[in-house]
């Protein structure tokens, strides 16, 4: 543990090691891995760990100060003294929280599920088989609303506010196609003239499916619904594939060009 950079804590819990998860291991298996980094060639030992963080609290000064006080220490702004908004200091914040455990304590402190919104309309008896997982539901309030006879899809509206510039980046947030939800999100896409798709997941992690091909292999044409979908390209690297996607709607003949971005190298339950 003190060879470790950073140095590892007594209650710090590893949660990943050289990007294996770990979380349904037993210790055993564990310890197992940790000794087998020695018999690989770079003889390295990644470990990421959710440190264990005492919570101090002290008595607020001003009902201003209140807010800030309530959190310990380690879990207000990663850094700060940085007082511009360039991508550079950013990622040096990024850096620090990284490596100091702050990310991570961060992430885990966000709401599951937003206390107060229902997700009642993914839970009517029509729509459950619409759901990949039955805890990963949106919330009625901003869920996609199709055209049509069946209007449901596992999918949300997302501002995401960047108050330090005054910006809201929107987005939509879904699930990964089930193979008889396929037309559905393909009609998302063109109705709402979507120009990127970003895709962070693999179909299959260790051996379970995470998300159907809801897309055809270069240079072919599938149809979906009332969408014929044809992959003009596709870049493969470590890290990620990038495909030129042509989306054509069958009765109009209109066609809507879309890039696919697919990040191959985030693990599951990964931050």
């Known amino acids: 543990a003190d060879k470790c950079i950073p140095k590892l804590n007594e209650g710090d819990q590893i949660v ?4 294996r998860d770990i979380s349904e291991h037993t210790h055993d298996q564990v310890v197992m891995f940790i000794k087998a980094s020695r ?10 760990v959710r440190r264990k963080v005492v919570k101090q609290f002290v008595e607020p000064k ?3 100060e209140a807010d800030s006080h309530n959190l310990p220490e380690s879990l207000l702004p ?15 914040q990024l850096r ?3 490596e100091s455990g702050t990310v991570l304590i961060q992430f885990e402190q966000l709401y599951r599920k937003k206390p107060g919104l229902a997700v009642t309309c993914a839970k009517v008896p029509q729509n459950m088989d619409k759901n990949r997982y039955k805890d990963v539901l949106p919330y009625d309030a901003t869920r996609i609303i199709l055209q049509g006879d069946e209007d ?3 999918a949300n509206y997302v501002n995401m506010e ?4 005054g910006i809201v980046n929107r987005y939509i947030a879904t699930q990964g196609p089930l193979p008889h939800t396929c037309a559905h999100f393909w009609q998302v896409v063109w109705d709402h003239k979507l120009s990127l798709i970003i895709m962070l997941t693999t179909l299959t992690e260790r051996g379970r499916t995470k998300c159907h091909q809801y897309w055809p292999d270069p240079p072919d044409v599938m149809e979906y619904g009332s969408f014929r979908v044809r992959c003009h ?12 996607m042509v989306i054509t709607n069958v009765e109009t003949e209109q066609q809507h060009t879309v890039t696919h971005l697919q990040y191959v190298a985030w693990p599951d339950h990964g931050v």
Request: proline share 2%; charged share 30%; hydrophobic share 30%.
């Open 16 to 19: 990943l090691i050289n990007g």
């Open 39 to 48: 018999e690989s060639h770079t003889r390295e030992l990644a470990l990421l």
């Open 62 to 64: 001003s009902e201003d």
């Open 78 to 92: 990663i850094c700060s003294e940085y007082g511009g908004d360039t991508l550079e200091e950013s990622m040096e």
């Open 96 to 98: 620090k929280g990284l």
């Open 152 to 154: 449901y899809i596992n």
């Open 162 to 165: 960047i108050p330090s510039v």
């Open 233 to 244: 390209s596709e870049d493969c690297t470590i890290a990620y594939v990038v495909r030129e």
